[in-house]
């Protein structure tokens, strides 16, 4: 009698084994997916999320790269003109400045340039943000520059779930994809079946991570369990807070986002970017704009300060956390 082997059952799973599995299947069933940067091979990258894959799919698809962000990222523009799939690590946040010309210049705008005839399916993976004790250059929240920059697409999971879910979409999307991996994340551990991964809603679409009728806490990446965290905390207070996840930072979800602040009547935003000039403006401007009629308090940000990343010691103070969460959800609870 022939047997059916059951489903294997899901398990604990960090996000870093969830992006490099993501990885591992794209490139299984695509051959035209090719990694690239410094380290990825041999040593499996610096978060070892490449780990393995230089080994089963061979250097010529997982390539170690010299020490050059724009010839990296340049190399991937004719590779994608070629009809390859190019993934390029940044090996971190601020190391990709050195490509921001070909960026901009050339993995932006090559489809409108070309009129829609060549698009560039390219996904730029960028370890991002604070809490690993990292120095300068190590740390940064850079998110703004690539949401100012019209024909990327900007993401970033909380989950392990969204990261795989999220990094399959971006690799399989035609347009390039800017992919924010929060470090800190990286270790994060949730049930998940490798074998089975759960559907994941679209790029483009927020989440609501935890329902509320009091105030929307409006977040994404690293500061989403920040939020979840203070939400929990709120309940000692009589407040009952919304958690929005927004998972795409462009495409914008702003159906979502208005409904909740509809509902709540308040909204946060929180991240790790400085405050000025950074994501808070532009989704707090989004929200007054479609909202202003509901709102019972002005828009807050919760926002690291606008200097640059501080040494390691330093950086408790300096990244949103619980305690300045709260505090602006009593400030909009005063100001009702």
Request: net charge negative; with cysteine.
């Amino acid at each position: 009698m022939s047997t059916v082997a059951e489903p294997r059952a899901a398990k604990p799973a960090t996000m870093a084994q969830a992006l490099g599995r993501a990885l591992r299947d794209a490139m299984a069933q695509d051959p035209t997916v090719h990694v690239m940067g410094e380290d990825v091979g041999t040593l499996g990258g610096v978060f070892r999320i490449t780990d393995g894959l230089a080994k089963e799919f061979g250097d010529d698809r997982c390539t170690d790269t010299p020490l050059a962000e724009a010839g990296i990222l340049g190399t991937a523009v004719g590779m994608a003109m070629y009809g390859l799939r190019p993934v390029v690590e940044m090996q971190f946040d601020a190391f990709a400045y050195p490509a921001f010309e070909q960026l901009i210049s050339h993995v932006a705008r090559m489809r409108n340039r070309t009129r829609g005839a060549m698009p560039l399916p390219i996904t730029v993976r960028v370890p991002y943000g604070g809490g690993i004790g990292g120095v300068e250059h190590h740390s940064d929240s850079s998110e703004a520059y690539y949401m100012a920059t019209p024909g990327l697409t900007v993401v970033t999971p909380a989950t392990v779930a969204d990261a795989y879910g999220l990094l399959r979409q971006s690799i399989a999307s035609d347009d390039p994809v800017v992919f924010l991996e929060p470090k800190r994340l990286y270790w994060a551990k949730d049930s998940w079946n490798p074998e089975q991964p759960a559907d994941v809603e679209p790029i483009g679409k927020a989440v609501v991570r935890r329902p509320g009728t009091g105030a929307t806490l409006i977040t994404y990446g690293p500061s989403v369990p920040v939020c979840l965290e203070a939400a929990e905390a709120a309940r000692t207070e009589g407040w009952d807070l919304e958690v929005i996840d927004l998972r795409s930072l462009v495409p914008f979800d702003d159906e979502t986002v208005a409904a909740s602040v509809r509902r709540t009547g308040r909204a946060v935003v929180v991240h790790e970017s400085g405050g000025f000039g950074g994501p808070g403006g532009e989704i707090a401007a989004r929200v007054s704009e479609r909202c202003f009629h509901y709102l019972q308090a002005p828009v807050l940000r919760v926002a690291g300060f606008d200097i640059p990343y501080p040494p390691p010691m330093l950086e408790r103070h300096h990244l949103p956390g619980v305690d300045r969460v709260l505090d602006a959800v009593a400030r909009l609870q005063w100001d009702q």
